[in-house]
């Protein structure tokens, strides 16, 4: 039987159920990856996404290569592609690990229809995720909306269920399964309609890996104070990995509570912490597959967060605010790194999704969309979770005021302005006490700190404490109508 193996968001060979189901039931295997063509040219991900995917894929093609298979792609219209492709090569079934996005359901659908109109076998394997929406319920089977009562449920499954992680498909075993087909490169960046830049975080699987041993020796046991600190490698940087599957979440969990028993020092609740961060992962994945509507609008409507009348100042905000120049220092460092490298620490996105919502006005929505388009990690799921948690619009039951203030947030996580010096070079010279609000100087500090407040970098373009109380102003007349 020769079998079709789709690779999607799955780029790698240690633990990937749909390669290694095919290579135990199939006598022939062809990898094979479809460029989404309608996707590429609709701009939602930005260049530094398409390079580390293209990074990944190069990486997985060199893996599947040392095992004698070959890597085939197309480029076009996914639905289109594959049926193609299973006619062409006369498969007799297409494997692929499922996705969760509204849009990727319906096509899976419709690929399921075409391929079992044509006699082609399909079968399909969660892998995105450890649990499924439907695996993780409430007592009355109902999709759980709370992120605590989630998390209780996600961990009674992991220690009934116990997930195994699977071995890669020996060499031997796999060159038996090689159909020999002519291997083709790879459209280069620019063959694809984006411009190419260098990934921040090195891609493919050999560097997840690699990744998270590092991660799991040491960082993880101090994560719940290094995951704060925007200037110390105090987090994994493993979620562009999680994005595009060269990293296995089965895997990263059972390597996370494996660290508990190496030598030296180790810290259970550091450990805990992290996995948290990826139980949050799956709570966003299975809010966008039971409430699919939360891609188009809030989850909830019973709050709506106050926004700026469109026009010439709410453009100059969010173009201020998109370029790093607020006057804020730890919100435009934040936003450089972004624009720079494609990824931005975590509580560094809580901040300057506050500040975009909260000080300047500016509706959620704006600020997803953005990232969508800068992140190498862009997620659908992960993004929206985050942006409608900042919004308050989201599963959570926070009221409508939960505001950062940025020189606070600045202070206690950035506190000698490391971060910020780093992404704010035109602030390099700014002493301790004044790095965080600048606009403080006095004339004479400005000068020593070879640095002019309204010319060599800007004057806030807000007030955040009129802007808190302007924001709460209008949310409770929100709430009063």
């Known amino acids: 039987m020769r079998g079709i193996v789709w690779f999607r968001r799955d780029l790698r060979l240690h633990d990937q159920p749909a390669l290694i189901a095919a290579c135990e039931a199939c006598s022939e295997v062809i990898p094979f990856f479809v460029f989404d063509e309608p996707l590429l040219q609709s701009r939602v991900f930005g260049s530094a996404c398409v390079n580390f995917m293209l990074g990944c894929l190069h990486d997985l093609a060199s893996s599947l290569a040392d095992r004698g298979l070959t890597l085939q792609w197309r480029r076009g219209e996914p639905v289109e592609e594959i049926v193609r492709a299973a006619r062409e090569w006369k498969a007799d079934a297409v494997y692929w690990n499922r996705d969760y996005e509204p849009r990727a359901i319906e096509r899976d659908r419709t690929v399921a229809q075409r391929l079992a109109q044509a006699g082609v076998v399909v079968r399909t394997f969660k892998d995105h995720v450890v649990f499924e929406a439907e695996e993780v319920r409430g007592v009355t089977g109902e999709p759980l909306q709370r992120y605590s009562a989630y998390r209780a449920r996600w961990w009674s499954k992991w220690y009934a269920v116990k997930p195994t992680v699977h071995a890669v498909p020996s060499s031997s075993r796999a060159r038996e399964k090689a159909v020999p087909l002519p291997p083709s490169s790879l459209p280069t960046i620019n063959e694809l309609g984006y411009d190419h830049l260098a990934p921040w975080i090195e891609p493919g699987e050999r560097s997840a890996r690699k990744q998270l041993r590092w991660f799991v020796d040491g960082p993880i046991h101090q994560y719940g104070h290094g995951r704060n600190l925007p200037a110390i490698e105090g987090s994994a940087k493993l979620s562009p990995h999680f994005r595009f599957g060269t990293l296995s979440p089965k895997g990263a969990v059972h390597a996370a509570l494996d660290s508990l028993s190496h030598k030296g020092p180790v810290s ?96 959620w929505q704006s600020g997803e969309r953005y990232f969508m388009r800068h992140l190498l990690d862009a997620d659908v799921a992960a993004n929206n979770g985050n942006w409608q948690w900042c919004a308050s619009t989201g599963t959570d039951s926070m009221p409508g005021y939960r505001i950062f203030n940025p020189a606070l947030q600045s202070k206690k996580f950035d506190p000698d302005g490391a971060y910020i010096r780093r992404y704010v070079p035109e602030l390099a010279h700014v002493s301790v006490k004044n790095i965080h609000e600048p606009h403080l100087m006095t004339a004479d500090e400005q000068v020593l700190a070879r640095c002019r407040i309204g010319a060599d970098y800007p004057f806030p373009v807000v007030d955040h404490q009129q802007a808190r109380q302007e924001y709460l102003n209008l949310g409770k007349r929100e709430v009063m109508r």
């Open 268 to 363: 259970r609740t550091d450990v805990l912490t992290w996995i948290d961060e990826l139980i949050w992962r799956e709570f966003f994945q299975q809010v966008l597959a039971a409430f699919p509507h939360v891609v188009e609008g809030p989850f909830r409507h019973t709050f709506v967060p106050p926004s700026r009348d469109f026009g010439p100042e709410r453009d100059r905000f969010f173009q201020a605010w998109c370029d790093g120049n607020t006057g804020y220092p730890i919100v435009d460092a934040g936003m450089r790194q972004l624009n720079q490298t494609g990824w931005m620490h975590n509580r560094v996105r809580m901040i300057v999704a506050s500040f975009l919502i909260k000080d300047l006005l500016i509706d």
